[in-house]
């Protein structure tokens, strides 16, 4: 079984930052691309940020400048630095990953259960 989970969500001021962290584990042989993935409501899931194994990033325009994405390979870990929020950044924040299993040569996508950024005006 593999797993991703979240954390570093919550409530923070407009113009605040806050910093995402998403951890793979389980029976992971290797990780291609993560990613970070946003869902306000009444909205569709949207693409925040990507980052591939060689560290190539890119960002939507939305959060461009404001926002860095980052990985730890070494611990399955990627993270996003959010900065200068605004309340439109507000929505469940999920993490995306495309790996290979142990004993797999098949690329499987996970998502994470999400974490919940409110930005408060």
């Known amino acids: 079984q593999v797993q991703l989970v979240e954390s570093g969500g919550g409530l923070v001021q407009a113009g605040g930052s806050l910093r995402l962290s998403c951890a793979a584990s389980?029976?992971?042989?290797?990780?291609?691309?993560m990613g970070w993935y946003r869902q306000a409501p009444g909205k569709q899931r949207e693409f925040v940020a990507g980052?591939?194994?060689?560290?190539?990033?890119n960002y939507a325009d939305s959060v461009k400048g404001r926002s860095t994405i980052s990985r730890d390979n070494a611990k399955n870990t990627v993270y996003l630095q959010m900065n200068s929020l605004k309340p439109e950044d507000t929505a469940v924040y999920y993490c995306n990953a495309d790996l290979l299993r142990d004993g797999s040569r098949i690329l499987y996508n996970y998502w994470g259960q999400g974490t919940q950024v409110t930005v408060s005006s």
């Open positions: 389980g029976s992971i042989f290797s990780i291609n691309t």
């Open positions: 980052i591939t194994s060689g560290g190539s990033t």
